[in-house]
């Protein structure tokens, strides 16, 4: 029989995986939590030493015991009785007790977690047995609120159909449905990290009903959805691009047209009222803005260019992650994409990861590199690493060390790669290595050339703004002409807003007329934009805008 045996006084006490509750009743006293945790952690600790990280397994007795230990630290001195029993309850759920332990991060607001788990195992305990993994998806993303341009800055808030979202009753709602079988999906077929871009909207439960009575799109062709809506070429002729219309609703949508902003809003939210993951993504082209729509067409596969136009030259499309709301990178995407979560590889990585940053280890890198070994991409153990050797003592030539390997293994996702150039970048600037600065400058400029060119005139973007900061208007200068040399013919959106805008503003307010004058012309000429492109309006603005005022009322 496998199992863990820890002492409480003269009393050994086994645990298996499958006796989770057993545990529960033998310490049914909350007041003893605190001091249970801390045996529990020495007696892990001493587990550990005897195993190799390789051994345990995400569904041994010792890693549901690491997550029982873990689960603990959630634990209140000040839980009403309904609320001991409550978190008791979600305790012995082995799977939403996992899945809570997997997926939250530091950036989560854990009492708010907590408290979203308790209210549905106290309201609504028999969804939770069915669905654990909603329930979690729910609680983190709803654990704070949505940000205020949600769901983008090209509509009033006021015509959109929102309101503060009670998760209880949205987890009832969602239950009812999934036994009705009125959605295209089975949620149950959903990781937590997916069921959130299904849960990810404040919209109004008539609204959602209304898309899934009138959308019709299969979930393999739910592509065609974005361009069911008609593209209001008029609208946007006229540089109308707030939505104009009292109402932000479906139907309204349907009825009316919209740009593009409007297509893919629709797609994407129509998508999750049928229980379809869906994603709604921004960037910038030759033109200047664009937005469209991903959605998952498959347990694990996302289809990530609808709508999504080849012509104007995207190098990658912004989407928000709604447990955190801050952007999901390029690469974060592809592995999502890739459904990497659901292996089993991953999974170890997962724990052995999280083993080496929470169980107070003498020795957490041992634990990241048996992670690493498990899966050699696995990015937070990557991080882990480099966070333990940028905080601690580690020398400077192991540092280096350290992200020249990181650069190489990561070495055909470009927005990963230049994380660790970049970090090599600082590390040269801090021992004063002029060579080596310009030329890692330089290769992040020319291998970002192409297909990321975003990266590239990011990285030029700083440099910029490092002179501008410095007061160092002439060298700004000097390497402001130099990017716009090096991105011309790229997508004009991303230079125009990335670089001339930033770099315009700045000599603006430090009175550096003469430089904004000669940086528009100069951008003018560079990117050339049509007068009825984003860009091109946006240019005839700032150019307007850096005129004196005398000249500007002539």
């Known amino acids: 029989m496998k199992g863990l045996l820890f002492a409480l006084g003269s009393i050994v006490f086994f645990i298996s995986s499958a006796g989770a509750a057993t545990w529960w009743e033998a310490h049914p006293d909350p007041t003893t939590w605190a001091n249970e945790k801390i045996l529990l952690g020495d007696t892990l600790r001493s587990e550990f030493k005897k195993k190799k990280p390789s051994d345990i397994k995400p569904e041994s007795d010792e890693a549901d015991q690491f997550r029982l230990w873990q689960w603990l630290d959630l634990a209140r001195t000040d839980f009403t009785p309904e609320q001991v029993l409550a978190f008791r309850a979600l305790g012995e759920n082995s799977d939403l007790r996992r899945a809570v332990l997997e997926n939250i991060r530091p950036e989560d607001h854990q009492d708010e977690v907590l408290k979203i788990l308790l209210q ?229 990585a997962k724990l052995l990861t999280d083993i080496g ?11 990241f590199e048996a992670a690493l070994l498990v899966q050699p991409e696995y990015l937070p153990a990557w991080k882990a690493q480099g966070e333990l050797l940028d905080g601690g003592k580690a020398s400077p030539e192991k540092r280096v060390e350290f992200w020249e390997k990181y650069t190489k293994r990561f070495s055909i996702y470009p927005d990963l790669k230049v994380v660790g150039q970049d970090k090599l970048l600082q590390l040269a600037k801090e021992r004063g290595d002029e060579m080596a600065v310009k030329n890692l400058s330089r290769q992040i400029l020319v291998q970002n050339r192409t297909r990321r060119f975003d990266l590239g005139i990011g990285v030029a973007a700083m440099e910029v703004g490092e002179k501008t900061e410095a007061g160092k ?26 670089l001339v805008v930033p770099f315009v503003e700045a000599a603006l307010a430090e009175g550096q007329g003469a430089v904004a004058k000669n940086a528009l012309a100069e951008a003018r000429r560079i990117l050339r934009p049509g007068k009825d492109t984003l860009v091109g309006r946006s240019l005839i603005e700032l150019e307007a805008k850096s005129l004196p005022e005398k000249k500007r009322g002539n």
């Not at 940053?357 to 634990?367: G, M």
């Open 473 to 498: 208007w002439s060298e700004a200068e000097t390497a402001f002409r130099r990017a716009l040399r090096e991105f011309k013919g790229q997508a004009g959106g991303n230079l125009y807003y990335g």
């Open 357 to 367: 940053k929470t169980l107070e280890n003498s020795d957490p890198d041992r634990w």
């Open 120 to 348: 549905m195992q106290l309201n609504c305990p028999e969804c939770i047995q069915e669905l654990p993994r909603l329930a979690v998806a729910f609680a983190l993303v709803f654990d704070q609120p949505f940000p205020k341009g949600w769901p983008h800055r090209q509509v009033p808030a006021a015509s959109v159909p929102a309101e503060e979202v009670n998760p209880v009753t949205r987890m009832q709602e969602m239950a009812e449905l999934q036994r009705a079988r009125r959605f295209v999906t089975d949620l149950r077929d959903f990781t937590v990290n997916e069921l959130k871009f299904v849960i990810d909207h404040p919209l109004v439960t008539s609204e959602m009903e209304w898309a899934r009575k009138n959308v019709a799109a299969s979930r393999s062709g739910f592509g065609k959805v974005f361009s069911s809506i008609r593209y209001d070429i008029p609208r946007y002729e006229a540089n109308q691009l707030v939505w104009p219309y009292p109402a932000y609703t479906f139907s309204e949508i349907r009825s009316k047209g919209g740009i593009c902003v409007d297509q893919a809003y629709f797609a994407a939210n129509t998508g999750k009222a049928k229980g379809l993951p869906t994603l709604y993504f921004s960037g910038q082209g030759d033109d200047g803005g664009h937005a469209w729509f991903g959605f998952m067409d498959s347990p694990g596969h996302w289809e990530t260019d609808c709508g999504r136009y080849e012509s104007q030259n995207y190098p990658v499309g912004n989407a928000m992650d709604p447990q955190v709301w801050q952007p999901i990178s390029d690469t974060e995407l592809t592995f999502l994409a890739k459904g990497r979560e659901r292996s089993s590889v991953h999974q170890q």
